[in-house]
């Protein structure tokens, strides 16, 4: 899986830039994030702050619901 720009923490900073970007039509949020400076996170290091993984999982049908019932359960 790649980074989920949507599920992030940004500096309060980067809100006007990313405003400004808006105002202009430019809606792609990876090449937003481009131009950002960025430290990525990845799920081990997610775990070892107290994070948790499942988070991040996708859900758009019922068997991807179970699917992720099944690892919680684990």
């Given at each position: 899986?790649?980074?989920e720009p949507l599920h992030a923490v940004y500096h309060?900073?980067?809100k006007d830039f990313l405003e400004r970007r808006l105002l202009l039509g430019r809606?792609?949020?990876m090449e937003a994030l481009q131009a950002l400076s960025l430290r990525i996170v990845d799920l081990d290091e997610l775990r070892s702050m107290g994070g948790?993984?499942?988070a991040f999982y996708n859900i758009n049908?019922?068997?991807d619901l179970d699917k992720l019932e099944n690892v919680k359960r684990k």
């Open positions: 899986t790649g980074p309060r900073k980067a809606y792609k949020v948790d993984p499942t049908q019922k068997n």
